[in-house]
């Protein structure tokens, strides 16, 4: 199995920037792609950027430009680093890991205040 511990969120002001992390444990090795989802209050869960163990990136299209996702492989962890944050953007953030395992974090709250 795999678990999956984020951390990083917060409340900021519109146009702040937040980082958030996600470290992975037990069988890293089955890992193919890590990502992160998120909802909203009232709405369903999205996706919002997911990353490919040799690198590639893939994002929404509500957040390209503004979010970047990267990975360590060798810490296990993938970041999310969010910039000019819009109130719309406050969500619970939930890490994602999927390769042999499908691998959900607890969630970790982002509010943004306009």
């Known amino acids: 199995q795999v678990q999956l511990v984020e951390s990083g969120g917060g409340l900021v002001q519109s146009g702040g920037s937040l980082r958030l992390s996600c470290a992975a444990s037990?069988?890293?090795?089955?890992?193919?792609?890590m990502g992160w989802y998120r909802q909203g209050p009232g709405k369903q869960r999205e996706l919002v950027a997911y990353?490919?163990?040799?690198?590639?990136?893939t994002y929404a299209d509500s957040v390209k430009g503004r979010f970047t996702i990267s990975r360590d492989n060798a810490k296990n962890t993938i970041y999310l680093q969010m910039n000019a944050l819009k109130p719309e953007d406050t969500a619970v953030y939930y890490c994602?890991?999927?390769?042999?395992?499908?691998?959900w974090g607890q969630g970790t709250q982002v509010t943004v205040s306009a």
């Open positions: 994602n890991s999927r390769g042999l395992y499908n691998s």
């Open positions: 990353i490919a163990r040799a690198g590639t990136a």
């Open positions: 037990g069988s890293t090795f089955t890992i193919d792609h």
